[in-house]
């Protein structure tokens, strides 16, 4: 079986979703559950919905800015939701359990 390594493949869903729990620790506690909510169609929505203050706006503003960058803003978060168990299985953050 080829992996696919292009933007929508599950590799680079973990790598964003990874980078988001070790590098943006304070963020992650609002943006997992709204990604997790079914609430929001793109990735954009999940951040618009979860601002947060002082380090954690911080950090949900870098992670804008990289997605806009990499074109990731408009990508549907049910892909993204569906590597969540997976990335969990590699994760010690609590809020995966």
Avoid: K
Avoid at 26 to 51: C, K, N, Q
Avoid at 68 to 88: F, I, K, Q
């Amino acid at each position: 079986m080829r992996r696919s390594w292009g933007p929508d493949s599950e590799y680079r869903r973990a790598a964003f979703l990874l980078a988001v729990l070790v590098g943006c620790e304070e963020y992650a506690l609002a943006f997992v559950p709204a990604l997790r909510s079914g609430r929001h169609g793109t990735l954009g929505e999940v951040l618009d919905a979860t601002r947060g203050s002082g380090v954690a706006r911080a950090q949900r503003d870098r992670i804008r800015s990289w997605s806009v960058a990499n074109d990731w803003l408009d990508r549907p978060v049910g892909p993204l939701s569906r590597s969540m168990t997976e990335v969990g299985r590699f994760s010690f953050v609590d809020l995966l359990v």
